[in-house]
Nanobody
Framework: VQLQASGGGLVQAGGSLRLSCAAS????????MGWYRQAPGKQRELVAL???????NYADSVKGRFTISRDNAKNTVYLQMNSMKPEDTGVYYC?????????WGQGTLVTVSS
């Protein structure tokens, strides 16, 4: 199983980035897919979740700014991040979960400068 995240980088406050996570080795459409982030010195936290049934959920801190989506034909989940803030800085991880099975991607670094 592999979750390959990409799209991280350096962006100024107010800017946008789009993260992608391509999955292989799983039946993607059955999995709930999420994006987590870990800021320096802090615990990893859930940013956004896209269920296999099409529902979405967001951390309060990103509601209205971030959008999670998925393309089951491409086995890929996306995170569109707009109006970014310095506090969005961190390593972003892709996560796949189905019942007791869960997998993590390698993380992609996002840095938002003020």
């Amino acid at each position: 199983v592999q979750l390959q995240a990409s799209g991280g980088g350096l962006v100024q406050a107010g800017g946008s980035l789009r993260l992608s996570c391509a999955a292989s080795g799983i039946i993607f459409r059955f999995y709930n897919m999420g994006w987590y982030r870990q800021a320096p010195g802090k615990q990893r936290e859930l940013v956004a979740l896209h269920t296999s049934g099409g529902g979405t959920n967001y951390a309060d801190s990103v509601k209205g700014r971030f959008t999670i989506s998925r393309d089951n034909a491409k086995n890929t989940v996306y995170l569109q991040m707009n109006s970014m803030k310095p506090e969005d800085t961190g390593v972003y991880y892709c996560h796949a979960v189905l019942s007791m099975r869960e997998y993590w991607g390698q993380g992609t670094l996002v840095t938002v400068s003020s």
